[in-house]
């Protein structure tokens, strides 16, 4: 019975991203979604009644009014939220999501290792790190995640996720794939003007 609800969660939302969070930067990347994907297959939740009501009006985008039923409707599920609160909103998803799920943090200081300590080493990470100047043209990308743990669907899925949201948003960009061989993670690397982002990129502590 169990795999059976899975498969039926599953065969609804295989394509659908949750966006937990809607500051500046999850508000951004939702209207990014919405230029490769249909707002069908997009779903969104923040704390405030009236920006939930506000952005899924100017949008169309529906809303979820919890973390745990975001998270519940999502395959891909956007954790767009500061880093003081990855603690409680990683406990309210922690019983929804399961190894079919992906989890997208956009959390700096926050490793791919802390979110799988949290919610489980069989749950899929994926860190990607947009940072403030991605929003006005000026900045860079960076994702991390295990290859090995993605099918090749998923990860052209999660390419197309990021890629088309930042080509909308820089006015020129480059994809750099870094790999580190005692981990098997693929960096790419996506920037605009200041090309010396991409060598202070390789500071970050990913994994």
């Excluded at 090749?152 to 999660?158: C, G, K």
Aim: charged fraction near 25%; proline fraction near 2%.
């Amino acid at each position: 019975m169990g795999l059976f609800k899975i498969s039926k969660r599953m065969e609804k939302s295989m394509n659908t991203f949750g966006f937990i969070g809607m500051g500046n930067m999850g508000y951004a990347m939702l209207k990014g979604a919405l230029n490769s994907f249909s707002k069908e297959d997009i779903i969104f939740t923040c704390p405030s009644s009236d920006r939930r009501e506000k952005i899924s009006e100017e949008t169309g985008v529906r809303f979820a009014e919890s973390n745990a039923e975001c998270a519940n409707n999502a395959k891909y599920i956007i954790l767009a939220v500061k880093p003081q609160v990855y603690d409680v909103v990683l406990k309210n998803i922690h019983d929804i999501v399961t190894e079919e799920s992906i989890v997208i943090s956009l959390a700096p200081g926050i490793t791919i290792t802390d979110i799988k300590r949290k919610l489980g080493d069989n749950i899929r990470v994926v860190r990607a790190m947009p940072n403030t100047p991605a929003l006005v043209g000026e900045g860079m990308t960076g994702i991390s995640y295990n290859t090995a743990e993605f099918s090749f669907e998923e990860r052209d899925i999660i390419e197309k996720f990021f890629f088309k949201h930042v080509l909308a948003n820089l006015r020129s960009c480059r994809h750099v794939l870094l790999r580190a061989d005692n981990t098997y993670i693929s960096v790419s690397i996506l920037c605009a003007e200041n090309h010396s982002l991409t060598k202070n990129s390789r500071k970050f502590s990913w994994f």
